[in-house]
């Protein structure tokens, strides 16, 4: 049976939600909790995944599109239609391995920009699916480190804030017009 919150892999023309980006305070403010999970939490869901793949996106979180929720979406795979995407209500870490390791990451909210970010390599979290089961998953690779990128805007980071050559980092802002003030450095 099809999950309610399938929706088909493709560009819109009006994507239903729209994103915002860097140096919006939505994107810095705290998230609650879902304490519902309903149909129109799925509704949300459906418009999120849809958002997501019109702008060619892998992961998309609530407060991207101005909802204080503790909701994300995921899906690696957005062009094999047989990958069914990813959602998460309250995620919560529950490990991080000691393993880091580096790689580019980008966001929809920070558009242009792509830089190497060091994340641990493995990450366990707990959440609900969309009808409010609980799960847990041990992901690793590109899934483990959007996770973990999807969290952190969740808290309200960015993974600008993560962005250890500081020199790349100003010059790729300015490059695609956002201001280095944006950036709240993580420890
Ligand atoms: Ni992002």
């Known amino acids: ?12 023309k009006n994507p239903p939600l729209d994103i915002r980006y860097l140096g919006d305070r939505v994107l810095r403010q705290p998230t609650k909790r879902v304490v519902k999970v309903d149909s129109d939490l799925r509704q949300l869901v459906r418009e999120m995944l849809q958002t997501m793949y019109s702008a060619d996106g892998i992961g998309l979180a609530a407060p991207q599109v101005a909802v204080q929720k503790q909701l994300i979406v995921i899906d690696c795979e957005p062009d094999n239609a047989a990958n069914p995407p990813l959602v998460m209500i309250n995620p919560s870490i529950k490990e ?5 390791c580096v790689a580019q990451e980008g966001c929809l909210s920070i558009p242009g920009v792509y830089l ?6 493995v990450v366990e979290v707990a959440y609900k699916d969309e009808y409010g089961c609980p799960r847990t998953l041990k992901a ?14 969740l ?17 790729e802002l300015a490059k695609y017009g956002f201001s280095p003030q ?6």
């Open 96 to 100: 991080l391995s000691r393993d880091i």
């Open 182 to 187: 944006n950036v709240k450095p993580v420890a």
């Open 140 to 153: 690793t690779e590109l899934l483990g480190r959007c996770i973990q990128h999807e969290i952190d805007h």
């Open 116 to 121: 190497d970010v060091k994340r641990p390599q």
């Open 155 to 171: 808290n309200g980071v960015l993974f600008i804030d993560h962005v250890e050559n500081t020199l790349a980092l100003t010059t």
């Open 1 to 12: 049976m099809p999950s309610e919150v399938a929706v088909e892999k493709k560009k819109l």
